[in-house]
């Protein structure tokens, strides 16, 4: 009668898991996944600086050459002086850039000092 108990158990036990675990056959649909494209796909167009005693600002236009909705993306603004080093970093975010279009980018740092150029790194995050 024990050996009876204890299966019953047992198969409650399965039953509860089998309820309990995710089904990995399941699709997610609605979310944003995450880019697995190229920095390409997010061309640069064209950049400008404008320098206040306190902050830089890079406008940046990007334009999306994808056929999906940019989410969120990131462009990174790196200064260097006239050996090469880098003297210091800005930051923009690419929001809501739908496929095929174009929109500029303000990104911002502050307290550079001796850059003598510098250089954009765009980074696609989510695509929808």
């Known amino acids: 009668m024990k050996v009876l108990k204890w299966i019953g158990i ?10 309990l675990l ?7 649909e609605g979310k944003a996944e995450v ?6 796909d997010i061309e640069v167009v064209k950049s400008s600086e404008t ?11 990007v334009k999306n050459n994808t056929d999906k909705l940019l989410n ?10 006239a050996k090469g080093n880098i003297v210091g970093t800005g930051l923009g975010t ?3 850039l739908a496929s095929g279009a174009s929109k500029v980018v303000d990104c911002l740092a502050m307290d550079v ?3 003598s150029t510098y250089r954009t790194e765009v980074t696609p995050l989510m695509y929808e």
């Not at 995710?22 to 997610?28: A, I, L």
């Not at 880019?35 to 390409?40: L, M, Q």
């Not at 830089?56 to 236009?61: N, Q």
């Open 72 to 81: 969120s993306g990131q462009i990174k603004v790196i200064y260097e002086d």
């Open 10 to 19: 047992v198969i409650v036990g399965i039953i509860v898991l089998g309820l």
């Open 51 to 61: 320098n206040t005693e306190m902050m830089r600002t890079v406008h940046v236009e």
């Open 113 to 115: 000092v001796g850059a």
């Open 35 to 40: 880019a697995e494209t190229s920095k390409e």
């Open 94 to 96: 690419i929001l809501n």
């Open 22 to 28: 995710p089904d990995s056959d399941k699709k997610t």
